[in-house]
């Protein structure tokens, strides 16, 4: 069974950059089916997709998010990252890591999440 | 840019039908998947593709999307059904709904 875990920096400082990783087991990154993507979760508010890549390292990233988001991937340790930069207030949330079917465009299935606070 | 619409809360009692809607500019000509958030708990996905289902799904959770409305419809609601449920499309972006609450009661 697929299974997605985030790891990363639960506090950082605003102007500061934000990095995540998202570890894969259960199944390889590499996929021509499936991709791997971002979503992001303001507290006691909707989901926000982040963006994805592809095991090729093609990316697609949300355009208001684009100038400071960059994904990234690692095959040889079946992960992929994400870092965030000059962050603020706003980029408090929950961040999940998820696998999103190429061209149809759904995510399954989610990791736990992680609470990433922007704090001084 | 485009934009999804969900009502922020439905309600409903044990057994009955709930149908959660999601409104978009021709959304029918678009696939649509739903997604149910629990408390503190990740989203899980419950229908795929408009109306497919993903294994280990209840057969009591359906969709449809037509026109500009995509429905989740879940029958003979229970109180575990009780959570918020996000709808989810992409167009220039991948984008979801701005969720609604199921209470069951």
């Known amino acids: 069974q697929l299974q997605l875990q985030e790891s990363g920096s639960g506090l950082v400082k605003p102007s500061q950059t934000l990095s995540l990783t998202c570890v894969v087991s259960g199944g390889s990154i590499t996929s021509r089916d499936y991709s791997w993507s971002w979503i992001r979760q303001p507290p006691g508010k909707g989901l926000e997709w982040i963006g994805h890549i592809y095991d090729s390292g093609r990316t697609y990233y949300d355009l208001s998010l684009k100038s400071r988001v960059t994904l990234s991937i690692d095959r040889s340790k079946n992960q992929f990252s994400l870092t965030l930069k000059s962050v603020t207030a706003a980029d408090t949330a929950v961040y999940y890591c998820?696998?999103?079917?190429?061209?149809?465009?759904?995510?399954?299935?989610w990791g736990q999440g992680t609470l990433v606070t922007v704090s001084s | 840019s485009y934009v999804l619409t969900q009502p922020p809360s439905v309600s409903v009692s044990p057994g009955q039908t709930a149908s959660i809607t999601c409104s978009g500019h021709k959304l029918g000509d678009k696939f649509v998947s739903w997604y149910q958030q629990k408390p503190g708990q990740s989203p899980v996905l419950v229908i795929y593709e408009d109306d497919k289902r993903p294994s280990g799904i209840l057969e009591r959770f359906s969709g449809s999307n037509s026109g500009s409305t995509a429905t989740l419809t879940i029958s003979g609601t229970q109180a575990m059904d009780e959570a918020d449920y996000y709808c989810q499309t992409w167009d220039i972006n991948l984008l979801f709904g701005g969720g609604t609450k199921l209470t069951v009661l």
């Open positions: 998820a696998r999103i079917r190429t061209n149809r465009n759904w995510f399954d299935p």
